[in-house]
């Protein structure tokens, strides 16, 4: 299984960004799609993540500015960030888990910087 993330970037405080990740591969069947992020000296930590049957869990810092939404016929997971902050800076990371073959699949990280 193969992840591709997309969307990342430099943008002003305030701005807005949307991350895509798509999964291929033998895939018949994804439970959990993520996001996590982690900061520079920092631990990785999840952002939001959304089941098979449409979920949703964000962290609190999170809350109310970003959306996560997946498109199951194209294995595609989306992150909308609105009102970004610069403390949002970070390597974001796409995480999958599936359960047709059973796998924990992260993809490679999109650096997202949001100036003051």
């Known amino acids: 299984v193969q992840l591709v993330e997309s969307g990342g970037g430099l943008v002003q405080s305030g701005g807005s960004l949307r991350l895509s990740c798509a999964a291929s591969g033998s895939i018949f069947s994804i439970n959990v799609m993520g996001w996590y992020r982690q900061a520079p000296g920092k631990q990785r930590e999840l952002v939001a993540l959304?089941?098979?049957?449409?979920?949703?869990t964000y962290a609190d810092s999170v809350k109310g500015r970003f959306t996560i939404s997946r498109d199951n016929a194209k294995n595609t997971v989306y992150l909308q960030m609105n009102s970004l902050k610069p403390e949002d800076t970070a390597v974001y990371y796409c995480?999958?888990?599936?359960?047709?073959?059973?796998?924990?699949?992260w993809g490679q990280g999109t650096q997202v910087t949001v100036s003051s």
């Open positions: 959304i089941t098979s049957g449409g979920s949703t």
């Open positions: 995480h999958v888990i599936t359960t047709i073959p059973f796998g924990d699949y």
